[in-house]
């Protein structure tokens, strides 16, 4: 199985290639729809026999079957979710990484990698504004990244009470504070952590504050927190919460300060909505997702620790087979987050980023918002749209005037069923909406009035 003669390696590699080569070159590429089980049963049949199908006939499989019975992320009128669009340098550089055989969870086995992936998490955490000291690790997700970030600051909560001889019900801190703006994921976690969540009121403008959070912690007990989570653009409005005031307040109580950027941190990167991050330089952690609007392929998150070491204690696996890595002095990946085997999933987006430099990152992220400005003025000028909220960064929610949650349903899998667009309706205060979440540079503004043209 493993002797593929170089002549066997030679016509698959070149199929798998060529494959892949005219993939990237589609534009734009098809958008395709999922089929159902009975489809796909019918069209593939079983695909797993004991004698084999052979490279070329499932590579072919893949092609014609498969492949089009899903969704292309980076379809430029795909704006429901967060979409995914890598460059093409990320792209391709993902087949070279699969290639490599790299172990990336430990310097010992992974040293040129970790190298690399370091130096593109620094150029985040200097967006952010974190010290020299600062550093992390690239995860499948800001899933996993929200609840390894919490787990560090549980466990620095903890070790601290239990420093200062707390006892009693304050002295195991188990909450968390954020508002119900905050992503799944934070609840996720707190499930996973047997953690209390607990919401903060927003404000006028939909964002956490500190006097918000201030009431809720005094009213709790500052002490049953171990930390509070700020979102840097929520996922289904692009809300970047009030973070000056929130990291006041958790400096004064000494509470960990998480900032979910997963979606929305993107935006340090452009000039026109930096501003809007004022203060997140005093977070304790931090995730951003080169999977959405940072154009690496999935499965990528960075995560950033202002004091890894907090991290390293909390999430470091101890066994008598991994002693000669966790003795070793070296930046061990995998010791920053749950989890140990970990592919160096940075890679990719550390190769286009030192391919293409920072300023191309910086302009496409400033492309991407200005065919949101572009989408708001054109939603509002529209006598039967409106824009709900003012977007602060690259989601625009609206409404659909005389619309029922059936109409902007049907609208919206009719786009779908003719391959034309992937938009789909949200929620909002118990209303049905629809959304464009825009984090692909070529996304124009032809596509978007394109769309609001199917909505007359
Ligand atoms: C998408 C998202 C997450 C979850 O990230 P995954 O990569 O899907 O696990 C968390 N927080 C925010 C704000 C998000 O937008």
């Given at each position: 199985m493993h002797g593929y003669t170089d002549k066997q390696l030679e016509i698959l590699g070149d199929a798998i290639l060529a494959y892949s080569a005219d993939r990237l070159k589609l534009d734009p590429v098809p958008l395709d729809q999922p089929h159902t089980l009975a489809e796909l049963e019918a069209a593939a049949g079983g695909t797993i026999t004991a004698e084999g199908i052979g490279g070329l006939k499932a590579l072919e499989l893949?092609?014609?079957?498969?492949?089009?019975?899903?969704?292309?992320?980076?379809?430029p009128r795909y704006?429901?979710?967060?979409?995914?669009?890598?460059?093409?340098?990320?792209a391709m550089f993902d087949l070279v990484v699969g290639a490599?055989?790299?172990?990336?969870?430990?310097?010992?086995?992974g040293a040129g990698a970790v190298y690399a992936e370091n130096q593109a998490l620094r150029w985040i955490a200097d967006l952010v504004g974190l010290p020299a000291e600062a550093g992390g690790v690239f995860v499948p997700g800001g899933t996993i990244g929200n609840l390894s970030a919490l787990v560090a600051a549980r466990h620095t909560a903890r070790a601290k009470a239990a420093r200062a001889g707390v006892t009693g019900p304050g002295g195991r801190p188990w909450r968390v504070a954020a508002t119900h703006g905050a992503h799944s994921s934070i609840q996720s976690a707190c499930?996973?952590?047997?953690?209390?969540?607990?919401?903060?009121?927003?404000?006028?403008?939909?964002?956490?504050?500190?006097?918000?959070?201030?009431?809720?912690?005094?009213?709790?007990?500052?002490?049953?927190?171990?930390?509070?989570?700020?979102?840097?653009?929520?996922?289904?409005f692009g809300i970047v919460d009030d973070l000056a005031s929130v990291a006041e307040v958790c400096r004064e109580f000494g509470i960990w300060f998480h900032v979910d950027g997963a979606y929305g941190g993107a935006g340090l990167a452009a000039e026109s909505v930096r501003h809007l991050y004022e203060g997140i330089e005093h977070c304790d952690s931090f995730i951003v997702d080169p999977h959405k609007w940072l154009f690496a392929p999935f499965d990528c998150c960075a995560l950033l620790y202002r004091d890894p070491a907090l991290a390293r204690a909390a999430h470091t696996q101890h066994a008598s087979y991994l002693d000669v890595l966790t003795d070793a002095p070296d930046w061990n990946p995998t010791d920053?987050?749950?989890?140990?085997?970990?592919?160096?999933?940075?890679?990719?987006f550390w190769f286009s980023l030192a391919t293409h430099g920072t300023s191309a990152y910086s302009a496409a992220v400033e492309r991407t918002l200005e065919v949101t400005r572009f989408a708001a003025a054109e939603i509002a000028r529209r006598d039967h749209l409106e824009v709900v909220r003012e977007p602060d960064l690259s989601v625009v929610v609206f409404r659909r005037l005389g619309w029922s949650a059936g109409q902007y349903q049907?609208?919206?899998?009719?786009?779908?069923?003719e391959e034309f667009a992937?938009?789909?309706?949200?929620?909002?205060?118990?209303?049905?909406?629809t959304r464009f979440a825009i984090v692909n540079p070529r996304t124009s503004e032809d596509d978007i009035v394109a769309i609001l043209d199917t909505m007359a």
């Open positions: 893949f092609g014609e079957t498969l492949a089009p019975a899903c969704i292309s992320t980076d379809h704006l429901s979710f967060i979409p995914c669009a890598p460059t093409e340098a990320a490599s055989s790299i172990y990336g969870g430990s310097w010992l086995e499930d996973v952590m047997d953690a209390e969540f607990i919401g903060v009121e927003v404000d006028d403008n939909m964002r956490l504050t500190g006097a918000e959070l201030r009431k809720v912690l005094e009213e709790n007990g500052p002490d049953t927190f171990f930390a509070v989570v700020a979102t840097s653009g929520t996922t289904n920053y987050s749950v989890g140990l085997t970990r592919r160096a999933r940075g890679l990719p049907e609208w919206s899998d009719r786009l779908l069923a992937f938009v789909v309706p949200t929620s909002h205060a118990g209303e049905t909406l």
